[in-house]
């Protein structure tokens, strides 16, 4: 260089042991009484420290960064009392290098440290030692797992998979693996573990672990799915449905195996899924395929309009989000192949967990690297179906979820345990409603009414003892149509028209309809007029338009429903027109509504009536 610079450190850091450069023109450097040091290059920077500790009290020996990662490491010689010689490794985090991240401790080497070097993706930490022995630490585990209901598995070691139900309150059982799996998959009674065309596959049992068999498939795996029976692999854009056990008295021997998809089907399948009953698969065409195993044939398909990435079914198999090449995501339900467009889908998004609790059908999570979103499947209201935002989570740092019950979050992290996130959207489960605000009770309100977690609900609305909060309660089960606890918050109001005009329709089966009262009563009359028209019984529209005196609205839907009813609608519309004063169209409406020799009559009386009231304006 040019013009080169120097720098002189204190004299009580000692002499520089080692450096490394990390970050945007940072070094650290490592001084042999135990001090590191970081500096920066950029010029306006240069001759500060930013950083400087002493970690290490006798001489510090080397240092190495991992920049992904983010963590320094630096190994010292400790003397002890008693002369024993032994070294420690000390982890630092870069973000804050006060913090110690992690300390290893090795007592079986005499000689000294030499060097020690990361692998590029910082799994693995490298230390040479004097006497020519070399040792190798797993500074982080490949985050893989998988969940089946309640049950989750995932690595805890290279060579150990541990399986568990906390929700059930079942021991964690350990399983020691052939080699380090590249995937893993649970179901209700095995594992499957596995790398490149290979699986290994155990059985969960009362008495233990036992390994069932191995199988080789035509290409690299990519991902395993596993139910009851059946274990689905997707390698090379094809699927192979097999049987796990494969006895034969248990499942037919055309139904042992089957290879998706068929040698005439020119597509690519990019992600699937099995239930219980269902293969779900999605491909680069965008068709959505259900495969039903007790038919043992595809009982429905949908085609999107792009390619499907991802499909995550429900535990039901009734429901399935997938997102598709354009990051978009949609809810699409099977039963009736209707589809719903998920609102504020961020394209980051790496997966889906649906809700396990059992009282909770309709909830799921959608997880990216850092923050978990909660939506919500409102499948029965007066605005028809439709997903909805309910909020969302921090999620802590290399953190991948598992699992969802109840509003917590099972996740693995890096270090191979497993720990419980509490969703924000779920904080009403967790708070005392006696120590709680009226403010931050009126907002876990609204948390409980959008999860449609009713009976939480009430109990806030107790807790509250306000009569606005008992309003929005009832207005929410109006909406959700939920026609008996919408009878209770009212006859908690004291509203007895309400809870009369309730009683009055409790029984009505037809959706439509029930739909078109709910509405009328939240004084949506548009959409009410709506649903009566679509219900059994459309007249309904007519009756609420007449009795709320809307005659333009009333007429028009006489000439479609009823329109012998014209003459007695527009009758009535005539005598408020008269009322009001507009002579002209009330004449116009008794004409419509009166016919033969009345309609002379009617005629004469209105014209007199009119000029009786125009000589009576000019006399005064």
């Not at 040091?37 to 920077?45: D, F, L, M």
């Not at 007790?294 to 997938?322: A, C, I, M």
Request: hydrophobic share 40%.
């Amino acid at each position: 260089p040019d013009n080169p610079i120097e720098l002189a450190f204190q004299q009580r850091y000692g002499n520089i042991i080692s450096y490394r450069w990390y970050g945007d023109g940072y070094i650290m450097i490592g001084f042999s009484h135990g001090y590191f040091v970081v500096i920066s290059t950029h010029i306006r920077e240069i001759g500060q420290e930013l950083f400087q500790a002493h970690n290490h009290k006798d001489s510090l020996t080397s240092i190495a960064i991992s920049q992904s990662l983010n963590k320094a490491a630096s190994f010292v010689k400790i003397n002890d009392l008693k002369d024993f010689i032994f070294f420690l490794i000390k982890i630092h985090d870069l973000t804050d290098l006060k913090e110690m991240y992690a300390i290893v401790t090795l007592d079986e080497e005499t000689k000294g440290l030499d060097q020690m070097c990361w692998t590029d993706d910082g799994q693995l930490l490298a230390v040479s030692s004097q006497q020519g022995s070399l040792h190798v630490f797993l500074t982080k585990l490949p985050i893989l797992g998988d969940s089946s209901g309640t049950r989750i598995a995932y690595l805890t070691s290279l060579l150990e998979v541990t399986v568990d139900n906390q929700v059930e309150g079942e021991s964690p059982v350990a399983i020691a693996v052939e080699v380090e799996p590249s995937f893993i998959a649970v179901g209700p009674y095995h594992v499957a573990v596995g790398m490149n065309n290979r699986a290994w596959f155990y059985a969960l049992g009362d008495g233990g672990v036992e390994r069932v068999k191995d199988t080789e498939y035509l290409g690299t795996v990519a991902s395993m799915c596993l139910n009851c029976d059946y274990a689905a692999a997707l390698f090379e854009g094809k699927v192979q449905l097999h049987v796990i056990d494969g006895d034969e008295q248990v499942v037919q021997e055309d139904r042992q195996t089957k290879l998706f998809p068929e040698p005439d089907q020119k597509y690519r399948i990019l992600s699937h899924a099995l239930t219980s009953e269902f293969l779900y698969y999605g491909t680069d065409t965008g068709l959505i395929q259900c495969f039903y195993f007790e038919d043992w044939q595809s009982v429905n398909e949908y085609r999107h309009t792009v390619g499907v990435r991802k499909v995550f079914p429900d535990p039901n198999g009734t429901r399935l989000v997938f997102i598709d090449e354009k990051s978009d995501s949609f809810l699409y339900c099977p039963v009736n192949d209707s589809v719903f467009e998920i609102p504020d889908f961020s394209p980051a998004i790496k997966g889906v967990l649906w809700e396990n609790w059992f009282s909770n059908k309709g909830v799921f999570v959608a997880y990216e690297e850092d923050k978990v979103y909660t939506y919500a499947f409102h499948k029965d209201t007066i605005q028809g179906s439709k997903v909805i935002l309910v909020g969302a989570t921090k999620l802590p740092f290399s953190h991948k979820p598992l699992l969802l019950h109840n509003g917590e979050l099972t996740c693995q992290t890096q270090s191979g345990k497993i720990n419980s996130v509490v969703l924000n959207t779920h904080s009403f489960l967790n708070n005392p409603h006696s120590d709680t605000s009226k403010d931050k009770l009126q907002w876990l309100l609204q948390q409980a009414v959008m999860l449609k977690r009713f009976s939480d609900a009430w109990n806030i609305c107790k807790a509250l003892n306000r009569s606005e909060a008992w309003g929005e309660l009832g207005r929410a089960c109006l909406h959700h149509m939920e026609v008996e606890l919408a009878i209770r918050v009212y006859r908690m109001m004291g509203n007895v028209g309400m809870v009369m005009s309730l009683e009055d329709i409790k029984g009505i089966e037809d959706q439509n309809l029930l739909a078109g009262h709910l509405a009328m009563f939240c004084n949506d009359y548009n959409r009410a007029q709506d649903l009566y028209l679509t219900s059994s019984y459309p007249m309904a529209a007519l009756e609420m338009r007449r009795d709320l005196q809307h005659w333009d609205s009333a007429l028009q839907l006489a000439k479609r429903l009823d329109p012998d009813e014209i003459p007695f609608i527009s009758k009535e519309y005539a005598i408020q027109l008269e009322f009001v004063g507009d002579y002209t169209n009330a004449l116009a409406h008794y004409e419509k509504g009166i016919t033969g020799n009345n309609k002379v009559s009617v005629c004469i009386v209105c014209s007199l009536t009119y000029k009786s009231l125009s000589v009576a304006s000019v006399t005064e």
